[in-house]
């Protein structure tokens, strides 16, 4: 069974430093882009930041650029969002998102994570 799972969220004082990190695990052939979402309750899920399975091209969210950084492990399994100068309205629910394949053979699949909470508060 593939799983996505998030950490690094909690309790930070605006102007702080979280470090997200997003481990994929399980059957996995293959894995595609993967994606750092946030969403506050009762709005849209927003694309905070995403990365290629190569790793060569990287976009954020004008909201976090020069703030939030992403990046992964030389083997591709851990991606990480470095988020810096946290203000509050970057309080959310964080989800890693990634399209991956089981096998050679199989379809690719979308997974998420189970979210984990940033909350930007004096």
């Known amino acids: 069974q593939v799983q996505l799972v998030e950490s690094g969220g909690g309790l930070v004082q605006p102007g702080g430093s979280l470090t997200l990190s997003c481990t994929a695990s399980g059957r996995i052939f293959s894995r595609g882009d993967l994606h750092w979402y946030r969403q506050v309750p009762g709005t849209e899920r927003e694309l905070v930041a995403q990365?290629?399975?190569?790793?060569?091209?990287?976009d954020y969210a004008d909201s976090v650029k020069g703030r939030f950084v992403i990046t992964r492990d030389d083997a591709g399994d851990t991606v990480f969002l470095h988020m810096n100068n946290l203000e509050p309205e970057d309080s959310a629910m964080y989800y890693c998102?990634?399209?991956?394949?089981?096998?050679?053979?199989?379809?690719?699949?979308?997974?998420w994570g189970q979210g984990t909470q940033v909350t930007i508060s004096s």
């Open positions: 990365i290629t399975s190569t790793g060569r091209t990287i």
């Open positions: 998102n990634q399209e991956i394949w089981k096998t050679e053979l199989s379809p690719r699949q979308q997974y």
